[in-house]
T-cell receptor, first 110, second 112 residues
Framework: NAGVTQTPKFQVLKTGQSMTLQCAQD?????MYWYRQDPGMGLRLIYY???????DKGEVPNGYNVSRLNKREFSLRLESAAPSQTSVYFC?????????FGPGTRLTVT | GESVGLHLPTLSVQEGDNSIINCAYS??????FIWYKQESGKGPQFIID?????DKRQGQRVTVLLNKTVKHLSLQIAATQPGDSAVYFC???????????FGGGTRLMVKP
């Protein structure tokens, strides 16, 4: 099992550009999450999906949209990137409380 | 709002010594706690968890202690090794579905 995979690993965007971060899990988990992690800080929840077909805002949803494409895949979209969105983005999945994390996407917005 | 926090942002220990990483939480309704380890450039990895009906749980070289009276969680690492160097996060589930609230993290540095 690959666990949680994320693409791309690195991305540089110019202000105003859009992009989609992809996440997939092969553990048959119901719940999936998107977090951002800024330097020297903990994880902040952007959006989550408790089950296929549902999505909800987390702590810092502004500037992002998500799609739970199917049970395996949960994507995060930045419609118009801003420098404040420079961060490392982690996707996670869970069946109960223990969350399994992907390797992260390092995004820089110039 | 209620949150999870940590007492020490950086902990430096000698290889072979024991390490203790602390975490304070403020939500008395939380019933599940997890410790994660995050190595540089990687995602967080599960280390150990504990339910609120327990006060101690042991794993391989790690022990988690929960003191509900003072809302305090600690992670003890025995015989710390260079491979233990990482940032450690505590997280709590406060009955909000499957969501976790993460603390700010403590960096553990192991000196050879």
């Amino acid at each position: 099992n690959a666990g949680v995979t994320q693409t791309p690993k690195f991305q540089v965007l110019k202000t105003g550009q859009s992009m989609t971060l992809q996440c997939a899990q092969d553990m048959n988990h119901n719940s999936m999450y998107w977090y951002r992690q800024d330097p020297g800080m903990g994880l902040r929840l952007i959006y989550y999906s408790a089950s296929e077909g549902t999505t909800d805002k987390g702590e810092v949803p502004n500037g992002y949209n998500v799609s739970r494409l199917n049970k395996r895949e949960f994507s995060l979209r930045l419609e118009s990137a801003a420098p404040s969105q420079t961060s490392v983005y982690f996707c996670a999945s869970s069946d109960r409380w223990e969350q399994y994390f992907g390797p992260g996407t390092r995004l820089t917005v110039t | 709002g209620e949150s999870v926090g940590l007492h020490l942002p950086t902990l430096s220990v000698q290889e072979g010594d024991n390490s203790i990483i602390n975490c304070a939480y403020s939500n008395s309704a939380s019933d599940y706690f997890i410790w994660y380890k995050q190595e540089s450039g990687k995602g967080p990895q599960f280390i150990i968890d504990i339910r609120s009906n327990m006060d101690k749980r042991q794993g391989q070289r790690v022990t988690v202690l929960l003191n509900k009276t003072v809302k305090h969680l600690s992670l003890q690492i025995a015989a710390t090794q260079p491979g233990d160097s990482a940032v450690y996060f505590c997280a709590e589930n406060n009955n909000a579905g499957n969501m976790l609230t993460f603390g700010g993290g403590t960096r553990l540095m192991v000196k050879p």
